[in-house]
T-cell receptor, first 115, second 112 residues
Framework: GAVVSQHPSRVICKSGTSVKIECRSL??????MFWYRQFPKQSLMLMAT?????????EQGVEKDKFLINHASLTLSTLTVTSAHPEDSSFYIC???????????FGNGTRLTVT | AQSVTQLDSQVPVFEEAPVELRCNYS??????LFWYVQYPNQGLQLLLK??????LVKGINGFEAEFNKSQTSFHLRKPSVHISDTAEYFC??????????FGDGTTLTVKP
């Protein structure tokens, strides 16, 4: 149980375009979802916390207008990278949980390459 | 505030040898502790968790960890590793309104 599906697994886009990444909890209701960015050989950097039906809470230094997060239902959160630049190239991972302090369930990540 | 320190960035070990990956944490509130494993180009998978009760917790793939409150540690151990255990391991703490903080990770490399 507790499966999180993240799509797409890889995406290549041109500079200036927007990319949407989806994160779905398949067999549980996720009251909270998290979005992370991971650079090579580094830990996860929390970008934002997404609560169903409310605005996402962004970490300091993360541009909310650039990384748009929508959590419209208890099973789906989306991250849209707007006007992508090559420096946005990274590995993006989502996670979800169904209650406070329960373990996080992670998607398999999305490798974004902006050319 | 809470923080996690993984004391070893890389741990090389031979196959069938025991291994310990060290993790220390700090927090001003009661915490829940987790170990996750990440294989290349994948998300993280939960190995084990400590929420309450017995301080020795057993997880998947033969791993176990011991919560030591006085030393604020949660070290991960396995008595005999396999080549397939080669991966990145992350220690995490959750306590402050459910927000998780991750360590910098430890790369475990199992050599034949």
């Amino acid at each position: 149980g507790a499966v999180v599906s993240q799509h797409p697994s890889r995406v290549i886009c041109k500079s200036g375009t927007s990319v949407k990444i989806e994160c779905r909890s398949l067999d549980f209701q996720a009251t909270t979802m998290f979005w992370y960015r991971q650079f090579p050989k580094q830990s996860l950097m929390l970008m934002a916390t997404s609560n169903e039906g409310s605005k996402a809470t962004y970490e300091q230094g993360v541009e909310k207008d650039k990384f748009l997060i929508n959590h419209a239902s208890l099973t789906l959160s989306t991250l849209t990278v707007t006007s992508a630049h090559p420096e946005d190239s990274s590995f993006y991972i989502c996670s979800a949980r169904n209650s406070v302090n329960s373990p996080l369930h992670f998607g398999n990540g999305t490798r974004l390459t902006v050319t | 505030a809470q923080s996690v320190t993984q004391l070893d960035s890389q741990v090389p070990v031979f196959e069938e040898a025991p291994v310990e990956l060290r993790c220390n944490y700090s927090s001003s509130v009661s915490v829940y502790l987790f170990w996750y494993v990440q294989y290349p180009n994948q998300g993280l998978q939960l190995l084990l968790k400590y929420l309450s009760g017995s301080t020795l917790v057993k997880g998947i793939n033969g791993f176990e960890a011991e919560f030591n409150k006085s030393q604020t540690s949660f070290h991960l151990r396995k008595p005999s590793v396999h080549i397939s255990d080669t991966a990145e391991y992350f220690c995490a703490v959750s306590g402050n309104a459910g927000k998780s903080t991750f360590g910098d990770g430890t790369t475990l490399t199992v050599k034949p």
